[in-house]
């Protein structure tokens, strides 16, 4: 059974950097997990902001940038805004259309 | 403009049956993966099934294999899940979305709730 990890919270300073990561319980992981990242507030269905790695998706501010760090995926925001106050999904591509789901990493901005 | 809807969600007794709809435009389900995500109250998002552009590839989440079914109406551009013997860990808003690998698309949900 595959786990994939996230921090469950993090803080940051209005203007901050602030990076998630995504990691696999087993390996890690690379381009061939085509790594994508989801911001999703209360209510309201997932956005897409990154996907294959780092590319954003159409709108997502360049604020937002996906990368391989090491073992893991990660997705930093530099320069926070209080609107980025949300709940942040990673998902890893595991092979004939299977794909899991981190559990989430709720950031706050203050 | 892409847009997906979903429909037939609603509350069922456990060991009961539901079908939802997921109604593309925009664009044609036959030339991309299709998958079903779902979310717990209060919890976080967990994929559920996916249907590739050509129908060779089915998948399921351990967790619901043998008991949900993913197929398309390409005439109608609809993808559905049917569900049956629902538990009540099943109970979540269900998304339809759109091919993760290319800038996914993602649907408003569908609230199933499965209670005595």
């Known amino acids: 059974q595959t786990v994939v990890t996230q921090e469950s919270s993090f803080s940051v300073s209005p203007g901050g950097t602030v990076t998630l990561t995504c990691a696999l319980s087993?390996?890690?992981?690379?381009?061939?997990?085509?790594p994508s990242w989801y911001q999703q507030t209360p209510g309201q269905s997932p956005r897409t902001l990154i996907y294959?790695?780092?590319i954003r998706s159409s709108g997502v501010p360049d604020r937002f940038s996906g990368s391989i760090l090491g073992s893991k995926a990660a997705l930093t925001i530099t320069g926070a805004q209080a609107d980025d106050e949300s709940e942040y999904y990673c998902?890893?591509?595991?092979?004939?259309?299977?794909?899991?789901f981190g559990g989430g990493t709720k950031v706050t901005v203050l | 403009e892409v847009q997906l809807v979903e429909s037939g969600g609603g509350l069922v007794q456990p060991g009961g049956s539901l079908r939802l709809s997921c109604a593309a435009s925009?664009?044609?389900?036959?030339?991309?993966?299709m998958h079903w995500v779902r979310q717990a109250p209060g919890k976080g998002l967990v994929w559920v099934a996916c249907?590739?552009?050509?129908?060779?590839?089915?998948n399921y989440a351990d967790s619901v294999k043998g008991r949900f079914t993913i197929s398309r109406d390409n005439a109608k551009n609809t993808v559905f899940l049917q569900m049956n013997n629902l538990r009540g860990e099943d109970t979540a808003v269900y998304y339809c979305?759109?091919?993760?690998?290319?800038?996914?698309?993602w649907g408003q949900g569908t609230l199933v709730a499965v209670s005595s």
């Open positions: 979305a759109r091919e993760f690998n290319s800038g996914s698309y």
């Open positions: 925009g664009f044609t389900v036959t030339n991309y993966w």
């Open positions: 249907i590739n552009s050509d129908e060779s590839t089915i």
């Open positions: 087993s390996g890690s992981v690379s381009t061939r997990n085509y």
């Open positions: 294959t790695t780092n």
């Open positions: 998902l890893l591509y595991m092979g004939s259309g299977i794909s899991v």
